[in-house]
Nanobody
């Protein structure tokens, strides 16, 4: 079992920055791939950024060049640095931890979510 707690959301003006944090507990953090997802009102949850246990990263096209995901295995924490925020980035942001359990299967854990609102 993995418990995830997000923090760092809030209200920011367009063009501003926020850093989200996700603290993990309950298992060996370093073996998990981590990700940030978001869900805007009336829309499906989508992957924003992911980072593997080895440190490889991937991003949604809509955030490339603006968002950076990183992890600190010593602190059991994953971060999402968000710069040049746009109103369309407004959503609830969720932290995800996942690992493969057998070929074709994986287990996922989710945080409770943190609201990010980009508005003037």
């Amino acid at each position: 079992q993995v418990q995830l707690v997000e923090s760092g959301g809030g209200l920011v003006q367009p063009g501003g920055s926020l850093r989200l944090s996700c603290a993990a507990s309950g298992s060996i953090f370093s073996i998990y791939a981590m990700g940030w997802y978001r869900q805007a009102s009336g829309k499906q949850r989508e992957l924003v950024a992911g980072i593997t246990s080895g440190g490889s990263t991937n991003y949604a096209d809509s955030v490339k060049g603006r968002f950076t995901i990183s992890r600190d295995n010593a602190k059991n924490t994953v971060y999402l640095q968000m710069n040049s925020l746009k109103p369309e980035d407004t959503a609830v942001y969720y932290c995800n931890a996942n690992r493969a359990t057998m070929p074709g299967f994986r287990i996922d854990y989710w945080g409770q979510g943190t609201q990010v609102t980009v508005s003037s």
